[in-house]
Nanobody, 126 residues
């Protein structure tokens, strides 16, 4: 089993920045070759991918809506993935979730991810 704990959400004005963290733990986490993703879900909308990273190679994926503004990174020693969010917009407001996909392929659909965190709220005011 894998446990994921997100942190770093909050309220920020448009144009501001936040950094989300997701710490992964569990006795089997180091045995996987996997990818980690950040998703978000706004009220009344489906959960959508924001960014993902292949844990071994470091290759990344970004949704078009966040390219150039968000950066995903990981710290192998800490089993932690980060999402640096700059130039935030009101439309970025959502609950942000991190997730683990137990394959090395970066998938963009939530259904392909196996473990999920509890989510952290990000609110961007105009």
């Amino acid at each position: 089993q894998v446990q994921l704990v997100e942190s770093g959400g909050g309220l920020v004005q448009a144009g501001g920045s936040l950094r989300l963290s997701c710490a992964a733990s569990g006795r089997t986490i180091n045995s996987y070759s996997y990818a980690m993703g950040w998703f978000r879900q706004a009220p009344g909308k489906e959960r959508e991918i924001v960014a993902a990273i292949n844990w071994s190679s470091g290759s990344t994926y970004y949704a078009d809506s966040v390219k150039g503004r968000f950066t995903i990174s990981r710290d192998n020693a800490k089993n932690t993935v980060y999402l640096q969010m700059n130039s935030l917009k009101p439309e970025d407001t959502a609950v942000y979730y991190c997730a683990v996909d137990r394959t090395i392929v970066i998938h963009t659909q939530a259904m392909d991810y196996d473990y999920w965190g509890q989510g952290t709220q990000v609110t961007v005011s105009s």
